[in-house]
């Protein structure tokens, strides 16, 4: 602690790149300071890294959290959270010039996510977070005496306010408590959906509603009501503690929920596409849980497209273009929806989500009046209703449908649900009183192709700046006002419609997966595999090593992504090369 102090006072008023100096480590009273990664400038973005690391046995943990994996998760995710409280707590910010002086984590969301933020090992607990030194004057020199404040002072009272659990108040205990919880009744659930063959389970007393479009924390007004489940639905899971857990089960197949405007229905649509994730205590969508394949599917008008079969959905287009291998820099509403049903399909999602209003009509349906006016032999749209009974029993692809305007896919759904002011019910019946049975479907859906292989030259990371005429060898980099866009070499990847992703921190993570990916394809010469395969090969170095496998410049900055939103990220790279072989999916 004192070396640092030393040191630190020999940089004093020296230009602040003589921070550079600072790596390494420090050991204080209880605990380790290094500094893993030094910015040059003030307030530079992202600011510096440093690391703390406490020894296991001094934090005093209940071993019984540490023991498996979601207990390892939801303690790293506490962690991190209780830091940035400490921080609010402890911290001056900003108190340098160019707003430098402060610490910082990652963003965080309402998600229980794995990140490289918080690392265990048989030893000891590492927590990596940002920090941005302070600097002072005209000249932006090195102001020693605050860097000593932050470390001495804030950073100690920050560390004891975190990772020592004898010295948690009760309320910090309970709440600690509870995220492991949560982490390992959701394993439960989880395990007893598999067994069951349900896609989605909606606990009673769940609360749904956000407080804004942009704010993902729960609406805390009196007024929200909580869910229910309905009782034809209703399903109880036991615990391995003794209690059980009752709410909504969706079995696998075609649902639909439906209602009024503003009656919930795509509040409903929006927990169960989160419930691919765990979420903190309190936020009220904790044991809301969808299969982990979920994907949402929407159209994305101007999107790219590369050599992708959209020939089930859509036939030969005007002027003689093909479909079954079908490319596009713009892509329209109905020819991007397609793609997306596709390629998510191709990434190896079997659960597919729609939102009629983020749908394309005209992908959708083909009503009665239209087709007494276009004659069939000039609409090269099948529309997904004629093949949505198809698509689930030929490839076992489940689908749940919002649907406010068209009753079409109803009338081909095996459960069917009712938002009225936030109340769920089961109106399977009354649909099949007043449809009738599910009708069958004129043809089958045509096979999709797995033939799309991923040339070896793919990702390439570099960057050429044509005004400077300067060339950097890596750019990726996510983008602070657009938290889902990624620019990653000369590409930016507009992630906007990936509506799963959790955080910017993902963002990132998919940037270096990308560029693992490169590495790997350049040493696999001149094999071809499918973008499918080459996830799954990811996903696994990850899920066995962390997210240290994808060797980022700032270490403690990434959350790990799904691979359905890698591969939707690899999907929209304009400069993406793609061949096809003609291998089929049957």
Same mark, same amino acid.
């Given at each position: 602690?004192?070396?640092?102090?030393?040191? $630190?006072?020999?940089?004093?008023?020296?230009?602040?790149?003589?921070?550079?100096?600072?790596?390494?480590?420090?050991?204080?009273?209880?605990?380790?300071?290094?500094?893993?990664?030094?910015?040059?400038?003030?307030?530079?973005?992202?600011?510096?890294?440093?690391?703390?690391?406490?020894?296991?046995?001094?934090?005093?943990?209940?071993?019984?959290?540490?023991?498996?994996?979601?207990?390892? $998760?939801?303690?790293?995710? +506490?962690?991190?959270?209780?830091?940035?409280?400490?921080?609010?707590?402890?911290?001056?910010?900003?108190?340098?010039?160019?707003?430098?002086?402060?610490?910082?984590?990652?963003?965080?969301?309402?998600?229980?996510? $794995?990140?490289?933020?918080?690392?265990? =090992?048989?030893?000891?607990?590492?927590?990596? +977070?940002?920090?941005?030194?302070?600097?002072?004057?005209?000249?932006?020199?090195?102001?020693?005496?605050?860097?000593?404040?932050?470390?001495?002072?804030?950073?100690?009272?920050?560390?004891?306010?975190? +990772?020592?659990?004898?010295?948690?108040?009760?309320?910090?205990?309970?709440? +600690?408590?509870?995220?492991?919880?949560?982490?390992?009744?959701?394993?439960?659930?989880?395990?007893?959906?598999?067994?069951? =063959?349900?896609?989605?389970?909606?606990?009673?007393?769940?609360?749904?509603?956000?407080?804004?479009?942009?704010?993902?924390?729960?609406?805390?007004?009196?007024?929200?009501?909580?869910?229910?489940?309905?009782?034809?639905?209703?399903?109880?899971?036991?615990?391995?503690?003794?209690?059980?857990?009752?709410?909504?089960?969706?079995?696998?197949?075609?649902?639909?929920?439906?209602?009024?405007?503003?009656?919930?229905?795509?509040?409903?649509?929006?927990?169960?596409?989160?419930?691919?994730?765990?979420?903190?205590?309190?936020?009220?969508?904790?044991?809301?849980?969808?299969?982990?394949?979920?994907?949402?599917?929407?159209?994305?008008?101007?999107?790219?497209?590369?050599?992708?079969?959209?020939?089930?959905?859509?036939?030969?287009?005007?002027?003689?273009?093909?479909?079954?291998?079908?490319?596009?820099?713009?892509?329209?509403?109905?020819?991007?929806?397609?793609?997306?049903?596709?390629?998510?399909?191709?990434?190896?999602?079997?659960?597919?989500?729609? =939102?009629?209003?983020?749908?394309?009509?005209?992908?959708?349906?083909?009503?009665?009046?239209?087709?007494?006016?276009?004659?069939?032999?000039?609409?090269?749209?099948?529309?997904?209703?004629?093949?949505?009974?198809?698509?689930?029993?030929?490839?076992?692809?489940?689908?749940?449908?919002?649907?406010?305007?068209?009753?079409?896919?109803?009338?081909?759904?095996?459960?069917?649900?009712?938002?009225?002011?936030?109340?769920?019910?089961?109106?399977?019946?009354?649909?099949?009183?007043?449809?009738?049975?599910?009708?069958?479907?004129?043809?089958?859906?045509?096979?999709?192709?797995?033939?799309?292989?991923?040339?070896?030259?793919?990702?390439?990371?570099?960057?050429?700046?044509?005004?400077?005429?300067?060339?950097?060898?890596?750019?990726?980099?996510?983008?602070?006002?657009?938290?889902?866009?990624?620019?990653?070499?000369?590409?930016?990847?507009?992630?906007?419609?990936?509506?799963?992703?959790?955080?910017?921190?993902?963002?990132?993570?998919?940037?270096?997966?990308?560029?693992?990916?490169?590495?790997?394809?350049?040493?696999?010469?001149?094999?071809?595999?499918?973008?499918?395969?080459?996830?799954?090969?990811?996903?696994?170095?990850?899920?066995?090593?962390?997210?240290?496998? $994808?060797?980022?410049?700032?270490?403690?900055?990434?959350?790990?992504?799904?691979?359905?939103?890698?591969?939707?990220?690899?999907?929209?790279?304009?400069?993406?090369?793609?061949?096809?072989?003609?291998?089929?999916?049957?």
């Amino acid at each position: 602690m004192y070396t640092l102090q030393a040191l $630190l006072a020999s940089i004093a008023d020296q230009p602040f790149q003589g921070i550079q100096k600072l790596r390494g480590c420090y050991r204080f009273p209880c605990f380790e300071l290094s500094f893993i990664k030094m910015q040059g400038s003030p307030g530079a973005n992202p600011a510096s890294i440093a690391s703390v690391k406490i020894p296991l046995p001094d934090s005093r943990i209940p071993q019984e959290f540490l023991q498996a994996v979601p207990g390892r $998760l939801a303690a790293a995710d +506490f962690l991190i959270r209780r830091f940035r409280d400490g921080i609010a707590r402890f911290a001056q910010q900003n108190r340098g010039k160019d707003g430098s002086g402060s610490f910082n984590t990652i963003a965080l969301s309402q998600k229980m996510l $794995l990140r490289d933020s918080v690392l265990f =090992d048989d030893d000891a607990l590492y927590l990596r +977070f940002m920090i941005s030194l302070s600097a002072k004057g005209q000249g932006r020199v090195f102001d020693a005496e605050q860097t000593w404040i932050m470390l001495s002072r804030e950073l100690v009272a920050i560390v004891d306010h975190c +990772f020592f659990y004898q010295r948690y108040d009760q309320q910090a205990r309970v709440l +600690f408590q509870q995220f492991v919880d949560v982490q390992q009744k959701r394993a439960e659930i989880i395990r007893f959906m598999q067994r069951h =063959d349900l896609i989605v389970f909606v606990a009673n007393d769940a609360r749904l509603p956000r407080q804004s479009g942009i704010d993902d924390r729960p609406a805390m007004d009196a007024s929200v009501k909580r869910f229910q489940s309905p009782a034809s639905l209703q399903i109880t899971i036991p615990l391995s503690d003794g209690c059980s857990i009752t709410g909504m089960g969706i079995r696998q197949g075609i649902s639909c929920i439906t209602g009024g405007g503003y009656h919930g229905k795509s509040t409903l649509m929006q927990a169960i596409l989160a419930g691919v994730y765990a979420h903190v205590p309190g936020d009220g969508r904790e044991y809301v849980v969808t299969r982990e394949d979920a994907f949402f599917i929407r159209a994305e008008e101007g999107r790219s497209i590369r050599n992708v079969d959209i020939s089930p959905f859509i036939s030969d287009l005007p002027n003689g273009l093909k479909t079954d291998c079908f490319s596009s820099d713009n892509a329209s509403g109905s020819t991007s929806q397609a793609a997306n049903i596709v390629e998510a399909i191709e990434s190896g999602s079997r659960l597919l989500l729609f =939102d009629e209003d983020t749908c394309a009509t005209n992908f959708l349906v083909r009503d009665e009046l239209i087709k007494k006016i276009v004659d069939a032999t000039q609409e090269p749209i099948k529309p997904l209703y004629s093949t949505v009974r198809s698509l689930w029993k030929k490839h076992r692809v489940s689908m749940i449908f919002v649907v406010g305007g068209l009753g079409y896919f109803l009338q081909k759904a095996d459960t069917c649900l009712l938002m009225a002011d936030y109340h769920c019910s089961d109106i399977t019946a009354k649909v099949r009183d007043r449809l009738g049975e599910i009708p069958g479907e004129d043809s089958l859906i045509a096979d999709f192709a797995v033939s799309r292989r991923l040339a070896v030259d793919n990702f390439d990371p570099a960057y050429t700046n044509q005004r400077l005429n300067k060339t950097l060898p890596k750019r990726i980099k996510d983008l602070r006002n657009a938290p889902r866009q990624l620019e990653y070499g000369m590409d930016l990847i507009n992630l906007d419609a990936v509506l799963q992703i959790a955080e910017a921190p993902q963002v990132l993570a998919i940037g270096y997966c990308l560029l693992a990916l490169r590495r790997r394809l350049q040493q696999s010469g001149s094999q071809a595999e499918s973008i499918c395969f080459w996830i799954n090969w990811l996903e696994s170095e990850m899920n066995q090593h962390g997210l240290a496998v $994808l060797q980022p410049d700032y270490p403690g900055t990434l959350s790990m992504p799904r691979k359905y939103e890698l591969a939707a990220a690899i999907n929209r790279i304009r400069s993406l090369r793609i061949f096809q072989q003609s291998q089929k999916l049957r």
